[in-house]
């Protein structure tokens, strides 16, 4: 068995021990000579290059001196003195985050949590919510430094602002036409929250993905959204009758009012014609009565019969007519009028 055994220069063990010593020797060798203060150069070299730091774009780096606030840095390359005299920390103030309230979303797959979701309306209903909440970093230090763990806190206070404003509406105004206010309002109570808080984070979005009651009345209360829909849709409907059919009768009564204006002023004007032709008249007959009167006559006439042939024969104080017609009465639309008669014609 002895020839298997290997020798010492061959030993395992032995041999680390010499590399240990060949180790030792060039150490002892170095720093003897000028190799030591070359190590204290490296050393100190290596330990002023690690105060720098890159500042990515989209970021914002917080400088701490002994543990206080020095200076917020903008992106690129930067640098700081070494630990333990300052550090540095990262925040991504560019990215869009994100909480869930109500439910947990893995890649096409959500489950909900009832524990979270379900909630007590105003007119002490039950209902399913599930809300999304965006925000992004507003202020590095009071995130890094403000509270304790801020995107817990968010997440807390969404769950807190959400309970809060469900808690002041009824299941239907939730459910219906009040569900864009209520989440605008969620917004609005969680933002107050998270600067009450000092968390440095900003709400950017905040959106109701599910409002439905329990899944055993849920039929029901979808048939309830149905038929306001539907009352909505009527109404909306209603309106836009109203909208064309007004517009069309204040036209025809305006028509009407312009028709009776102008109807008003051609009378006026004719009543003021009439009027001055009467005064034009009365002027004449205070000249000549006679011969008004007997010209007024004979215009009336002309307009009483129209179509009738009539012949004026002046008077000659005698009872009997002076006319003598010798042929047919129709003979008198092509025969003169006989000597002492006037004929008028219209």
Do not use: C
């Not at 063990?13 to 020797?25: D, H, L, T």
């Not at 309830?224 to 009758?241: C, M, T």
């Not at 000249?287 to 012949?311: F, G, H, I, N, S």
């Not at 003598?324 to 009465?329: Q, R, T």
């Amino acid at each position: 068995m002895d020839q298997f055994r290997p020798r010492d220069e061959q030993d395992p063990v032995r041999e680390i021990e010499r590399g240990f010593e060949s180790a030792k020797r060039w150490m002892e060798k170095m720093f003897r000579g000028k190799g030591a203060w070359l190590i204290v150069l490296i050393v100190v070299l290596g330990y002023l290059l690690s105060g720098f730091y890159r500042v990515g774009p989209g970021e914002k780096g917080v400088v701490l001196l002994f543990g206080k606030v020095w200076a917020i840095t903008e992106s690129g390359p930067r640098y700081r003195l070494p630990r333990p005299f300052m550090d540095h920390a990262i925040v991504d103030v560019a990215q869009v985050r994100r909480a869930e309230i109500g439910y947990r979303s893995s890649g096409r797959h959500t489950k909900t949590l009832p524990a979270e979701a379900l909630m007590l309306t105003g007119d002490e209903n039950i209902v399913d919510v599930q809300l999304l909440v965006q925000y992004e970093v507003q202020d590095p230090v009071k995130f890094l430094f403000g509270t304790h763990q801020p995107e817990l806190a968010l997440r807390t206070a969404a769950e807190v602002a959400l309970r809060g404003i469900v808690g002041e509406n009824t299941i239907d105004f939730t459910m219906t036409k009040g569900r864009m206010e209520v989440q605008q309002q969620v917004g609005v109570y969680l933002q107050k929250l998270l600067d009450a808080y000092n968390t440095g984070l900003k709400i950017t979005q905040s959106r109701l993905l599910a409002v439905d009651p329990p899944a055993k009345v849920k039929d029901a209360f979808h048939d309830v959204v149905r038929a306001w829909e539907d009352r909505e849709r009527l109404i909306r409907e209603a309106e836009g009758y109203r909208e064309d059919v007004v517009p069309k009768a204040r036209g025809r009564a305006q028509e009407e009012i312009r028709k009776a204006e102008a109807f008003k002023a051609q009378r006026v004007i004719r009543a003021e014609g009439d009027a001055q032709r009467f005064k034009e008249i009365l002027a004449a007959y205070s000249k000549a009565p006679p011969v008004t009167r007997e010209r007024l006559y004979l215009e009336t006439m002309e307009k009483v019969l129209p179509k009738v042939r009539k012949v004026v024969v002046e008077g000659s104080g005698s009872p009997v007519l002076p006319l003598l017609p010798l042929g047919k009465w129709g003979d008198l639309e092509t025969k003169p009028p006989a000597a002492g008669e006037k004929e008028t014609e219209k």
